[in-house]
């Protein structure tokens, strides 16, 4: 028989999205004491992915589809704890694929898995959490919030597990929302849960990791686009960095800062893309040393550790999810802006891509790329 608390702090909003992780995370708070209830999020209109009735593709690599409501619900069912299905469609659609569309058609590369967090998962989830009483939400995400009671702040260290570790898609995540929401997971490593999730019996203990963008499935972004927009990608000319033309290209936003392969141009040496520029649509293809560059700066910034860069300030910073951090020095340039300087020149800094600041585990802030 589930426990029912009378106390906001101890009854918890677990999201499950039907993965292991997720899973094993309503199972510890459960464990725990913790009055849970399971819920996974919709995000996708039944058999369409937008109001215009076009068809959804399928997402069998990805999170989100029934058959991960069905597994979320059989776990919950297992632990015996209440399960829920929270309608996000519209705002999914507004705050994350509008999102996307845009900045790819602008020539940006953005994550909507950063996108999703921040609008979606630890925004719309918390505002449902406090309407139905809830005090607490908790994912399955490998990091770990601890409140700094000298600093007076809440912040977000990285996941023991440094291969699994979240940290990166989670810079955005505000003092309320670290607050308020448990991660289980910090402190174990894949293997551990997996274990955990066998001892419970889930059968989705082996279950493999979602790997598509759940809207994009094959990573085809040129078809989601034009699906999505309704408008065929326009081809313009691929130049070369003196403006000669090379032949051309199959609409803009179907490439990315650093791409080589997939340009169907027969060169005498390897070509990658150094600039897209919708405005003229054409997309610049060169030498990779071209690609390299050691500032950038951002905008849309968040800051977790503190509330603002008063000086220029040294840390380790990455420019995408899995690259390794590299030495650089950070200055705020304005309320939501920052620049950041590298000690080495960094491949491909892409606008669009999220760049995140560390001190050792602990995430300083981040924001947006907008120009290297």
Same mark, same amino acid.
């Given at each position: 028989?589930?426990?029912? =608390?009378?106390?906001?702090?101890?009854?918890?909003?677990?999201?499950?999205?039907?993965?292991?992780? @997720?899973?094993?995370?309503?199972?510890?708070?459960?464990?725990?004491?913790?009055?849970?209830?399971?819920?996974?999020?919709?995000?996708?209109?039944?058999?369409?992915?937008?109001?215009?009735?076009?068809?959804?593709? &399928?997402?069998? $690599?990805?999170?989100? =589809?029934? @058959?991960?409501?069905e597994d979320a619900r059989a776990v919950a069912h297992r632990l015996g704890i209440p399960f829920y299905v929270f309608n996000f469609t519209e705002r999914f659609e507004r705050?994350?694929?509008?999102?996307?569309?845009?900045? *790819?058609?602008?020539?940006?590369?953005?994550? &909507?898995?950063?996108?999703?967090?921040?609008?979606?998962?630890? %925004?719309?989830?918390?505002?449902?959490? =406090?309407?139905?009483?809830?005090?607490? !939400?908790?994912?399955?995400? *490998?990091?770990?919030?601890?409140?700094?009671?000298?600093?007076?702040?809440?912040?977000?260290?990285?996941?023991?597990?440094?291969?699994?570790?979240?940290? *990166?898609?989670?810079?955005?995540?505000?003092?309320?929302?670290?607050?308020?929401?448990?991660?289980?997971?910090? /402190?174990?490593?894949?293997?551990?849960?997996?274990?955990?999730?066998?001892?419970?019996?889930?059968?989705?203990?082996?279950?493999?990791? %979602?790997?598509?963008?759940?809207?994009?499935?094959?990573?085809?972004?040129?078809?989601?686009?034009?699906?999505?927009?309704? $408008?065929?990608?326009?081809?313009?000319?691929?130049?070369?960095?003196d403006g000669c033309v090379l032949g051309r290209h199959k609409g803009t936003a179907r490439y990315t800062l650093g791409q080589r392969k997939g340009l169907g141009l027969a060169?005498?040496?390897?070509? *990658?893309?150094?600039?897209?520029?919708?405005?003229?649509?054409?997309?610049?293809?060169?030498?990779?040393?071209?690609?390299?560059? $050691? /500032?950038?700066?951002?905008?849309?910034?968040?800051? !977790?550790?503190?509330?603002?860069?008063?000086? &220029?300030?040294?840390?380790?910073?990455?420019?995408?999810?899995?690259?390794?951090?590299?030495?650089? /020095?950070?200055?705020?340039?304005?309320?939501?802006?920052? $620049?950041?300087?590298?000690?080495?020149?960094?491949?491909? !800094?892409?606008?669009?891509?999220?760049?995140?600041?560390?001190?050792?585990?602990?995430?300083?802030?981040?924001?947006? !790329?907008? =120009?290297?």
């Amino acid at each position: 028989m589930p426990f029912h =608390s009378a106390d906001p702090s101890r009854r918890v909003l677990v999201a499950m999205s039907g993965g292991v992780d @997720s899973s094993v995370a309503a199972a510890l708070l459960a464990a725990e004491g913790c009055d849970c209830a399971g819920v996974t999020l919709k995000l996708f209109r039944d058999g369409e992915d937008n109001a215009g009735g076009r068809a959804a593709p &399928p997402r069998e $690599r990805s999170c989100c =589809s029934l @058959s991960d409501t069905e597994d979320a619900r059989a776990v919950a069912h297992r632990l015996g704890i209440p399960f829920y299905v929270f309608n996000f469609t519209e705002r999914f659609e507004r705050q994350v694929m509008d999102r996307f569309a845009a900045g *790819y058609l602008a020539g940006e590369t953005p994550n &909507p898995c950063i996108d999703c967090n921040r609008f979606i998962k630890f %925004s719309a989830l918390l505002e449902r959490a =406090s309407a139905l009483d809830y005090g607490l !939400i908790s994912t399955g995400h *490998y990091v770990r919030a601890e409140f700094d009671e000298g600093g007076g702040r809440w912040l977000l260290r990285k996941g023991l597990d440094t291969d699994k570790d979240q940290s *990166y898609v989670l810079y955005a995540m505000t003092q309320e929302q670290l607050a308020r929401t448990r991660f289980p997971l910090g /402190e174990l490593t894949k293997p551990q849960v997996r274990e955990i999730a066998a001892a419970h019996g889930f059968w989705n203990a082996r279950k493999r990791d %979602s790997q598509d963008i759940c809207f994009v499935p094959g990573g085809d972004y040129g078809a989601f686009l034009e699906r999505w927009t309704g $408008r065929a990608l326009p081809p313009g000319d691929f130049l070369t960095p003196d403006g000669c033309v090379l032949g051309r290209h199959k609409g803009t936003a179907r490439y990315t800062l650093g791409q080589r392969k997939g340009l169907g141009l027969a060169l005498p040496r390897p070509g *990658y893309v150094c600039a897209i520029c919708p405005a003229e649509n054409t997309v610049t293809v060169g030498d990779e040393p071209l690609l390299f560059s $050691r /500032e950038l700066e951002a905008r849309d910034i968040n800051l !977790i550790a503190c509330a603002r860069l008063e000086r &220029p300030v040294r840390c380790r910073a990455k420019v995408r999810y899995r690259q390794a951090e590299q030495p650089a /020095e950070a200055e705020q340039t304005g309320p939501d802006t920052l $620049r950041l300087r590298f000690d080495q020149p960094q491949r491909a !800094i892409t606008p669009g891509q999220a760049v995140v600041l560390y001190d050792g585990d602990t995430v300083i802030g981040g924001g947006t !790329i907008g =120009s290297a």
